[in-house]
Nanobody, 111 residues
C-alpha cells in the first residue's frame, strides 16, 4: 500500500516563498486529479489547488496568481510553489491523490 510523503514546509516571512513537494512511497497509482489542501487552526480544511492528468489546473481565489501547482517530468512528484506568502496562508498543507492523503506539512508565515 502506497503513501504520500510531503516536504518543504517551514517558517517564512511575509512576501517570501516556499515550495512544497509530495512524492509517492510504495505502490500508488496516479489518479486523474491531484490536489493540495490546507487547514488553519480552528478552520475547516480547504481546497487550495488541483491538477488533472491532462494538465488542467484550478486554484482557490485566495491563492490565484501567487501559487502554482505542478508535477515533475515523470508526473510522480506533485509540487506547490507558493510566492508572495501572507500570514493568512499559515496552515498545515496536505496533498491528496484520490483516497490517499499526505501526512501534512506546516507552513507558517510570520515576521
Amino acid at each position: 500500500q502506497g503513501q504520500l510523503v510531503e516536504s518543504g514546509g517551514g517558517l517564512v516571512q511575509p512576501g517570501g516563498s516556499l515550495r512544497l513537494a509530495c512524492a509517492p512511497s510504495g505502490r500508488l497509482s496516479i489518479p486523474y486529479a491531484r490536489a493540495w489542501y490546507r487547514q488553519a487552526p480552528m478552520k475547516q480544511r480547504e481546497l487550495v489547488a488541483t491538477l488533472t492528468s491532462d494538465g488542467n489546473t484550478n486554484y482557490a481565489d485566495s491563492v490565484k496568481g501567487r501559487f502554482t501547482i505542478s508535477t515533475d517530468n515523470a508526473q510522480l512528484t506533485l509540487y506547490l510553489q507558493m510566492n508572495s506568502l501572507k500570514p493568512d496562508d499559515t496552515a498545515v498543507y496536505y496533498c491528496n491523490w484520490g483516497r490517499t492523503w499526505g501526512q501534512g506539512t506546516q507552513v507558517t508565515v510570520s515576521s
